[in-house]
């Protein structure tokens, strides 16, 4: 690997081990673009976009649209958009946060936050992040919040309780996945122990917490290994990946005559259909208000959104070596060899002829490689935020992602190779035009 390309994985796994909640990756997100130029517009004040300007909104915390604005021409040359998303399966705090069992065992309360493997969430040490609503001055405050300790655990039961968890090792959602947090000391309340650990970081105590968003993440950092340490083991590569090689295009992208756009949604692993997600009104009231703001009419309005063209950038499954018939006969990604270009008959990909031809085209331009991905017909697989996109902005979308596996584990596996080549074709992408 060339020391440019070594230097990106590094940045990329730096970015993974820094953000450990949406709140945290679009927090990092929005330090990488103001280094870069981008300066962050609020949806309430009065914008005035500039032609060569660089620009970003956040939403909620924990989505954001950056774009650059060219030179002259949007009607006639639309945006190029990519969009990912910034939320991972996990284990979120309940309201209430503490339980005491009659034995004495502090634990945590929590809910699963999309599709999670839950039995990865087991032996290992977990801390918690998030964002707290405060109460100061009178005024109420958000204060992204992180404790980097290892202050949680699972333990598994053990073998001798259970001696089929090897052959039916299923786990109940309620029951068994509250975290162990301490044992109970006289006199404090259940719910104080967690307020306690949050006093000690931020200084906020229980009567100044008006409300939270607090998820556990795995401890460890993220780590490269294989023999020649190509590959990537670490939490939330799906879908940071993707929003750091989108991000790291548009920020090295020159400017164009349409405007580049990188939009990283929340919310998908449980539908998209938040404010801050991709089937929300959101990323329509942003490109419209792009528009109007550069003096396009409702007319110059229709045609860039007609000329514009998109890439739903999720991550995708390379065929597993320990259960390769999981996948269909002719479409086998693996690891490596390219970002993988996702087909579904049912459209729960939203990959046409046509959007899959313009990727191919900007791979060929960057001279990377990638690979296509159709589901065997008897298991339906996954979705993402692509069919939204397109369905709510009529722009062609094509939906690709780096091959992984362990998808939706507490710590997934990738190759660094995918990551170079993906970041690759965003930019050629970014940096091409109009294509069809
Ligand atoms: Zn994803």
């Excluded at 202050?151 to 073998?159: A, D, G, K, T, Y």
Aim: hydrophobic share 40%; aromatic share 10%.
């Amino acid at each position: 690997m060339e020391k440019r390309e070594q230097k990106f994985a590094e940045d990329l796994l730096q970015y993974l081990n820094d953000s450990p909640t949406a709140f945290h990756a679009v927090e990092n997100a929005a330090v990488m673009l103001k280094e870069h130029g981008f300066q962050e517009l609020k949806e309430t004040d009065s914008w005035s976009l500039q032609e060569d300007g660089r620009y970003f909104v956040i939403k909620n915390s924990s989505a954001l649209i950056a774009f650059t604005v060219g030179r002259g021409g949007l009607a006639k040359e639309g945006f190029r958009i990519i969009g990912a998303h910034t939320d991972s399966p996990c284990l979120k705090i309940k309201p209430g946060a503490g339980s005491i069992t009659p034995d004495g065992y502090v634990r945590l309360n929590v809910e699963i936050y999309g599709g999670a493997i839950l039995n990865t969430w087991f032996d290992r040490p977990l801390a918690l992040a998030g964002r707290l609503v405060v109460k100061e001055d009178g005024a109420l405050r958000e204060k992204l919040i992180r404790i980097d300790k290892p202050v949680f655990m699972i333990p598994n039961l053990c073998i001798h309780f259970h001696r089929d968890v090897n052959e039916k090792g299923a786990y109940n959602k309620q029951t068994d996945m509250m975290p162990l947090f301490c044992m109970k000391e006289e006199g404090v309340e259940k719910e104080d122990y967690l307020f306690e650990l949050l006093q000690e970081e931020i200084g906020t105590g229980k009567t100044d917490i008006v409300d939270y968003e607090l998820f556990l993440y795995e401890y460890q950092k993220g780590i490269f290994t294989g023999k020649n340490q190509e590959f990537i083991s670490a939490s939330r590569i799906d879908d940071l990946s993707m929003v750091y090689a989108g991000l790291s295009a548009l920020t090295e992208a020159k400017t164009g005559k349409g405007c580049q756009v990188f939009a990283a949604f929340d919310n998908e692993e449980v539908g998209s259909t938040t404010a801050q997600g991709a089937n929300s009104g959101l990323f329509l009231h942003i490109l419209n208000r792009i528009c109007k703001n550069l003096g396009l009419t409702d007319e110059g309005y229709f045609q860039a959104i007609a000329n514009s063209t998109s890439i739903s950038a999720d991550l995708a499954h390379a065929v597993h070596p320990n259960y390769s018939d999981k996948h269909d006969t002719e479409t086998r990604p693996v690891l490596g060899k390219g970002a993988v270009i996702k087909y579904s008959a049912s459209q729960r990909y939203a990959t046409t002829a046509h959007s899959a031809a313009y990727f191919m085209e900007a791979c060929k331009r960057a001279g990377v490689p990638f690979q296509k991905f159709v589901n065997r017909n008897d298991i339906p697989g996954g979705s993402t935020i692509g069919p939204a996109l397109s369905g709510l902005t009529t722009i062609p979308t094509v939906d690709i992602g780096a091959p992984v596996l362990a998808m939706h584990s507490i710590r997934e596996f990738g190759a660094v190779a995918d990551n170079v080549y993906t970041k690759q074709v965003f930019l050629a992408y970014y940096e091409g035009d109009r294509s069809m």
